[in-house]
């Protein structure tokens, strides 16, 4: 059986999404850290890009990046640009 998706339906999350949204949560919330929602895929996965480099200033992000693979980077940026 397969199980389909409405065209006008977000993406469905990936499972690594869930270690973000504490943060970053869909909605922006009133969390200080950066909204993340409806960003531009390739400005979250330069961004993450950049935390793993160490060349963007971060207090966790630095660490936290490191622990996604590109793939999965791209999954999770690819799903907040959806967000609206």
Do not use: N
Not at 62 to 84: L, M, N, P, T
Request: aromatic share 4%; net charge negative.
């Amino acid at each position: 059986m397969t199980v389909s998706q409405p065209a006008d339906a977000a993406p469905l999350s990936p499972p690594d999404v869930a270690d973000c949204i504490g943060c970053h949560p869909r909605d922006g919330g009133s969390s200080s850290v950066p909204r993340l929602a409806g960003r531009d895929a390739a400005e979250i996965t330069a961004a993450m890009t950049a935390f793993r480099a160490g060349t963007r200033a971060a207090t966790v992000m630095d660490r936290i990046a490191k622990g996604f693979s590109d793939d999965e980077v791209a999954a999770i940026a690819a799903w907040y640009a959806a967000q609206k």
